[in-house]
Structure formats: structure tokens, C-alpha cells
């Protein structure tokens, strides 16, 4: 498929808040939800929970770049869940580059939290997370088509970025909406109900962000292949 025009590229990456709910998305989306609630829960209570946690959150890692690699490659659907082949590599490695991508992502905010404030009525704050929330996609494509903690090079995560700056920040934007919306039905929404079903639409809604993510990050990676194939 081209995407020759910017107006394409904009209203393809558009699509994408629609894509968990697709097809049998919600299916996945409620089923995942579920899922990672019964291992939240287990978790508390069991002397196993430190690593039912690990798992549920690694498997989850690994099911967002699935659906990112699936998505750069054309599949439009949700993809399977993935499968296990061993806990280092289905579980540990995407969850330690997930986690090596939060850090390097929100290192200005880290500091600047520690060194100074926390408080977000503080505008120097804010304006670190924005540049946090600013290189996390870019960051995690960059770990994602490497496949190594490689991507987490400034020098490789921000080429990537610099393919195609307008289209990233459509990609950016769309996090930030979505956040943005994830707050507000937190607030307004989740926690107004019984606290069991508030657990579970919080985790759904989290999923739904994951989700749209991911598939932001695959179609950028996508639109991209060319110069991928040829620059990096």
C-alpha cells in the first residue's frame, strides 16, 4: 500500500484509536483485562505474586510489540496472544527494554523531580513530561526494530524520529490525547464505581492506550520501511 499523500499517512495513523475495538478486539481487550486482574489479584495474596506480577506485565510487554511488528508488516487485526518459548526471551528481555525505555524516556523527569520538584503545578515539571511522553514512542520503536537494548541509543531512537517529523508528531499527539483521556475517565469514570469494577475498567482503558500505541508505532515503522531498509 502508498502512502504518497501527508493526508493519508494522517488519516491511516487516525484510525488507529479505533483499532482495539476492531473486529474481535474487545474480545482481546476484555479477556486481557481480565487476565492481567486475576494475576493482579493472585499476586497479593500468593508468596508467588513477585512473579506472577513479572509475568503478567513481561507478557503484556511482549504482546505490544507483537502487535507493533505485526502492524509494521500490513496485519490490520489484532494478532494473537504470543506465544512462550522460554521466560528469558518472552518474558524477561521485552520487559527489561520496555522498563530501559521508560528510564531513558523520563530520565529529564527522574532528575528534575529529584533534584527539585514533583508538584504539577510546576511548569519546568510538566514541561519535562512532556519531552518524557515526546521520546517514549520514538524510544520504543527504536528498541522494537532493533530488538536489542541497542534502540536505547540517543543516536538511534532519535534518526528514527527524524524519518518523518510531521508524522511522528501525529503519533505523539495521539499518545497525548489518548493519556489525556485516560485520566479523565479514570477521575470522572472508574473510580466512582465498585471498587472490583473499577479495577478492571482502569486496566481496560490502560490496555486500550497500549494498544493504540502499539499501533501507532507499527504503522509509523510502516510508512517508514523504505528508509528504515535504507538508513538504519
Not at 48 to 67: M, R, W
Amino acid at each position: 500500500m502508498k502512502y504518497d499523500s501527508f493526508y493519508t499517512r494522517l488519516q491511516i495513523l487516525c484510525g488507529a484509536v479505533y483499532y482495539p475495538i476492531a473486529g474481535d478486539g474487545i474480545y482481546v481487550l476484555i479477556g486481557g483485562s481480565l487476565f492481567i486482574f486475576l494475576c493482579d489479584m493472585v499476586s497479593h495474596i500468593a508468596s508467588i505474586g513477585f512473579i506472577l506480577l513479572a509475568f503478567s506485565s513481561g507478557y503484556l510487554v511482549a504482546y505490544f510489540y507483537e502487535i507493533t511488528r505485526a502492524t509494521a508488516i500490513g496485519v490490520e487485526t489484532l494478532p494473537q496472544w504470543p506465544s512462550l518459548t522460554s521466560w528469558r526471551e518472552s518474558i524477561l528481555e521485552p520487559l527489561f527494554m520496555f522498563y530501559g525505555a521508560l528510564i531513558v524516556s523520563f530520565s529529564t523527569s527522574l532528575i528534575y523531580g529529584i533534584m527539585y520538584s514533583t508538584k504539577f503545578n510546576d511548569p519546568l515539571f510538566l514541561a519535562s513530561l512532556f519531552i518524557s511522553t515526546f521520546l517514549l514512542p520514538t524510544i520504543l520503536m527504536s528498541v522494537i526494530f532493533d530488538d536489542s537494548f541497542r534502540g536505547l541509543l540517543p543516536w538511534r531512537f532519535l534518526k528514527l524520529m527524524l524519518l518523518d517529523v510531521r508524522l511522528y508528531l501525529i503519533v505523539v499527539v495521539i499518545f497525548q490525547i489518548v493519556i489525556l483521556l485516560q485520566i479523565v475517565f479514570d477521575h470522572f469514570v472508574a473510580f466512582k464505581t465498585f471498587w472490583i469494577a473499577s479495577h478492571v475498567v482502569t486496566i481496560l482503558t490502560d490496555l486500550y492506550g497500549l494498544f493504540v500505541l502499539a499501533r501507532c508505532c507499527g504503522l509509523f515503522l510502516r510508512m517508514n520501511q523504505d528508509s528504515l531498509l535504507r538508513d538504519l
